[in-house]
Each structure stands twice: as C-alpha cells, then as structure tokens.
C-alpha cells in the first residue's frame, strides 16, 4: 500500500475501534449487556486489522502517527455520540428557599413524577424535590428549574436501575389525564 493509504485505513479503523469502545462502556454502565457484547465483537475485529497493520509497518511511523490520530478521533467521536444517543435515566433534585409548588406543577404537567420534601439547609428551611428524567429530556427540565428560579440548586446524577414510582403505577392515558390537569392548574394560578 501507499505510504498515505495505508496510514490512513489505520486511522480509519482505530477511529472506529475507539468509538466502538467508548460507546460500548457506556453500553455496560447502562446494563446493555447484549449491544455492549455486539459491538464488542465489531471492535476487536477491526482492532485486529488496525494493529497487524501496525505491527507489519513498524519502520513506518507514518503508521504510528494514523494509529494516534484514529485514537484521539475515535474519543472525540465516540463521546458525541453518547451525547446524541443520550442513554438512560438520571435523577435531578432541587433545593430551593422559594415556595416549590409552582415548579412541582410545572414538572408535573410536563408528564414528570416529582417527589418533594422540606428540609433544612444551612441557612434555614428549603424544598427539596426529586425526579426521574430521561436524559433525552434532562433539557426541558433543566430549563424549566432556571426559569422557575436562576440561583436554584440542582443536582443531576446518572441512575443505573430504577424500579417502581410515579410511571410503574401509572396507564399511560391516567398519566396524560394527571398532567394535563396540573397543567390547567398552573395556567389559573398564573393568571
């Protein structure tokens, strides 16, 4: 092969080694055993090629230089596309000193279960609240905690296994019926 081609078909395939691995870790955090295994399989498939590659070019360092490149590639993308694919669930909670019922309609009649208690901070009482989010939609409620108040606390962690709550005892239209109503409701107390 060229002395370009060959460099690049590593890079090519240790781009992709990488963002198979990458995506493929986030696939066992999440308990995906089945799609972590497959793809798997894939990457070391063309980890084999890429490195025999390597191995038989060694006075090349042409080849060396592809081999790094695909890496720092294959990181770079396999992140993007873990943000893109937004896997899983993560729990956000919310301490606030105001008054949380105007927030806790909101995330309800947005179709989210939300738990709340009252607390004690180090400055006095506080709201505590609690919800399940998928990370598909961690941005709608991101943005309706900051409109509800800019200086909030919030707290957003990654939930390996949730069992149960508001969305396991809930039909699906007694759940559209509940936020839909708790949305009526907010729209008269802000009128």
């Given amino acids: 092969m060229t002395m370009i081609l060959l460099p690049l078909l590593i890079c090519l395939a240790e781009t992709a080694v990488v963002t198979l691995d990458t995506v493929r870790t986030i696939f066992i955090a999440r308990g995906m055993k089945i799609q972590a295994a497959?793809?798997?399989l894939v990457e070391v498939t063309v980890w084999l090629f890429a490195i025999s590659q390597v191995m038989?070019?060694?006075s090349n360092p042409t080849c060396f230089i592809g081999y790094a490149l695909g890496f720092t590639l294959g990181t770079?993308?396999?992140i993007r596309i873990e943000e893109r694919l937004?896997?899983?669930t993560q729990v956000v909670r919310v301490l606030t000193r105001r008054d949380a019922a105007e927030?806790?309609?909101a995330l309800r009649a947005a179709g989210h279960g939300v738990t709340s208690v009252e607390g004690q901070g180090a400055t006095g009482g506080v709201h505590v609240l609690?919800?399940?989010v998928a990370r598909k939609r961690l941005p709608q409620v991101v943005q309706m905690i900051e409109r509800f108040d800019p200086a909030t606390l919030y707290l957003i962690e990654d939930v390996r296994t949730a069992r149960g709550g508001f969305r396991q005892w809930q039909a699906p239209a007694q759940s559209a019926r509940i936020a839909s109503e708790a949305g009526r409701q907010a729209r008269?107390?802000?009128a």
Avoid: P, W
């Fill in 56 to 58: 038989q070019n060694l």
């Fill in 86 to 88: 937004a896997l899983g």
């Fill in 103 to 105: 927030l806790v309609t």
């Fill in 188 to 190: 008269k107390q802000a």
């Fill in 130 to 132: 609690f919800t399940i």
């Fill in 76 to 78: 770079y993308l396999g």
């Fill in 38 to 40: 497959a793809l798997g």
